[in-house]
């Protein structure tokens, strides 16, 4: 099993930039599938980017072009590189292990076996 803790995120206006970092620990950290969610205000979590133990990586639509997952197998380490930010992309960003990559567009719980407790992102205009 691996255990996960966030850090980053903060207050940006827009156009700016974050990077969210999520540590994991666990022996069996390389087999795990590292994900970003997000969830908005009063939206369901939605599914951000998702990377696997060989950097095979998923993207959503929204963040193909403006963010970039990334992960450090030796350090246990996955980031979340969010750039031209929009106020839209405010919300809770959650890390969550599951072993696979990707998400289920139906269940975003699905598959996921650990989630970080969040970190929030705001965007000012």
């Known amino acids: 099993q691996v255990t996960l803790e966030q850090s980053g995120g903060g207050s940006v206006q827009a156009g700016g930039s974050l990077t969210l970092s999520c540590a994991g620990s666990?022996?069996?950290?390389?087999?795990?599938?590292i994900n970003w969610f997000r969830q908005l205000p009063g939206k369901e979590r939605e599914g951000v980017a998702s990377?696997?133990?060989?950097?095979?990586?998923i993207y959503a639509d929204f963040a193909k072009d403006r963010f970039t997952i990334s992960r450090d197998n030796s350090k246990k380490m996955v980031w979340l590189r969010m750039n031209d930010l929009k106020p839209d992309d405010t919300a809770m960003y959650y890390c969550?292990?599951?072993?696979?990559?990707?998400?289920?567009?139906?269940?975003?719980?699905?598959?996921?076996?650990?989630w970080g407790k969040g970190v929030l992102v705001a965007v000012s205009s």
């Open positions: 969550a292990a599951g072993l696979r990559t990707g998400w289920s567009p139906v269940d975003p719980y699905y598959g996921m076996e650990r």
């Open positions: 666990g022996s069996t950290w390389r087999d795990y599938g």
């Open positions: 990377i696997n133990g060989l950097h095979s990586t």
